[in-house]
């Protein structure tokens, strides 16, 4: 980090401006490197970078300044020992799980979960000979029976998308642990702000940067992070000769994002809780899902391992999909999207859209219905959500 300082700085601080590595320029915000390449002095520097001995950069796919100011700064936030970036959280995702596993391995997962998570785990992976369990990921029995056997690793997401169900980071990491697995969170609902899952016992993190880090629909990325050996030696090679790159642009994007993104959760989980309060009272609704909630099932959990509730509720209306289409089409400031964590207020219906390839059985099976809407609170003013809310629900009547 480029700071006169050798004090240990605090979150806020590093979100700010860990990872700055400036120019010789001295410029004040980070510099973008939009270059593929770089130029050596000779051709025993070239020898030298390829074989180790030197350490600088050689090629944008292994490697790039502003990507690395990004990998660094999100380490720091997170409180871990090394991030390497992606092209998109999928590819996060991917290569997250593939990197570390091979034929005859066996991955355990909860239910629920994004439909892509779902699909690299339950059809992707068992194309190379790794067999998928799913369980029900907020029971610990269950858990303890898939995990009483050897297991190469353990992938979850709390809260999970889009039901929001909250899983037992330290007693789940430590039957996988027993088992012999790794355990990989993906933490895009909770945000480095609000949890910290290898604090929670964790051994690897995933982000789709695309949503809380970027903020503001304007660009894909993704995160890995873990201790220096899982990134360095099991990550490392995979990225590199695969490349999922993160382009040098896209990582300033997020690297701005970066340093507004405690300012913005906060402003996301209070409108979040105002919504679901709002949503609550009102007779349209069979059931508000928002970990705030004293009437979420988990909302004891949540408080033990999360610092905050983020910004994401999701709702059963009543009537099903019609109703679900009338709230949607009825809303005028909330925008119809499925993407999330973004400024502005987007409400989706999974059941045709995010997880609209699981089979229906299998989408009951996670908790969605046809009457269920995600909606991703955002920064506008909290009554305005709820009036057009309100408004959106009184046209379906
Ligand atoms: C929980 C979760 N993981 C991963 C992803 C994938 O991220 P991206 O769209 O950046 O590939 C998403 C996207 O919606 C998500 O919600």
Redesign the pocket.
Known sequence: MTTKTTRTLRPRTLSVRAGTARSGFSETSEAIFMNSGFVYGSAEEAEQSFDGTLDRMVYSRFKNPTVAMFEDRLAAVEGAEACRATG???AA?HAALVCQLKAGDRVVAPRAL?G??TWIINDLLPRFGISAHFVDGTDLDQWKQALSQPTAVVFL?TPS?PTLEIIDLPAVAELAHQAGARVVV?N??ATPILQSPLALGADVVVY?A??HIDGQGRC?G?AILGSHEFCNDVLGPYLRHTGPALSPFNAWVLLKGLETLDLRVERHCANALAVARFLESRPEIEKVIYPGLGSHPQHELAKSQMRGFGGIVAFHLKGGKAAAYSLLNGLEVVDISNN?GDSKSLACHPWTT?HQRLAPEAKLAQGIGEGLIRLSVGLEDAQDLIDDLALALKKGI
């Open positions: 998109s959280g999928m995702v994004f892509s998570c997401e998308n993906d895009v609902f789709s695309t949503k894909l993704g999330l995010t």
